[in-house]
């Protein structure tokens, strides 16, 4: 009780004056953060990653307004022994409280240093899977697929598995699909590497392979994997199979199990914008 009438004390001795002059404070306070926040936005994005410019500018925001609050309330009359004792006594209380958001502000500060992922990349964390949009202190936000916003806290992707579809620039297609007892997979290789070669969404290094999975009833699985660019790695999955089911057929290859798609875990996904 002490500390609040020391803290409302001074609200009672502030005339017209003093109020006014607290208010232009922060207004200016708003003003020259703005200012401020415009003037190096183009610097910042430019020199940056566009997660660390975002942290950037809001660590400047936040000091900015929390500097002329503290101008404003020295005007009112606050002395800054009680505000340090408010401040001391309002940390310990929200520290209590919020334990769980420092551990994700811990748990943030790792991942700028990891860089493990960046704004725009798509990741999966958990069952979630979709774009990076934003990069705070106590979560990231995932724009899924389907275009469902999503927001992770910062401690599950410490804790959790966390896979990043574009973290490096080339990606591999694996097409994965059975194929009668009696091919000739050798010729069924050459078959597929001569349809890829025209088309320069495929690379040729690391090269194309067929693996052979394994036997079964269905007959002789098999694997047709091609490395192209992270970039454009859907149209180019989708591309793949339009070339090559017409060209299996009049090679003869009889296709016992309708080829499916498998990349990851990623596999039933279809990314709806760039």
Known sequence: MDILQQV????????????LRALGYLLLG??????????MRKYVDTHTSPHK??????AMSYSIVFIFVLIALSELGFHS??????????????????????SNFISGLFL?????????????????????????????????????????PNDDLIKGHVINFAKFQIRRIDLNFWVDLGTDCVQLEEVL????????DFLRDPEPDLFRL???????????SVWTQTEGFFDARSKLID????????????????PSVVQGQDSSYRMPYP
């Open 243 to 258: 070339l090559m089911l017409p060209a299996m057929q009049n090679a003869g290859v009889v296709i016992t199990q309708t």
């Open 53 to 58: 410019a975002i942290l950037f500018r809001r």
């Open 193 to 200: 590497t001569r349809l890829i070669q025209p088309h320069t």
């Open 112 to 152: 700028l240093g990891e860089k493990s992922f960046k704004v725009g990349d798509v990741i999966a964390v958990n069952a979630t899977r979709g774009e990076v949009v934003s990069i705070d202190w106590l979560a990231i936000k995932i724009r899924t697929f389907d275009n469902l916003y999503v927001r992770v």
């Open 214 to 224: 394994g036997i079964g009833v269905l007959g002789l699985q098999v694997q047709w």
């Open 8 to 19: 409302l004390q001074p609200l009672q001795g502030a005339d017209g004056g003093a109020w």
């Open 81 to 102: 022994g009680v505000l340090l004792a408010v401040a001391g006594v309002l940390s310990v209380a929200i520290g209590f409280a919020s334990q769980a958001s420092t």
């Open 30 to 39: 708003i003003v020259l953060r703005n200012i401020l926040i415009h003037g």
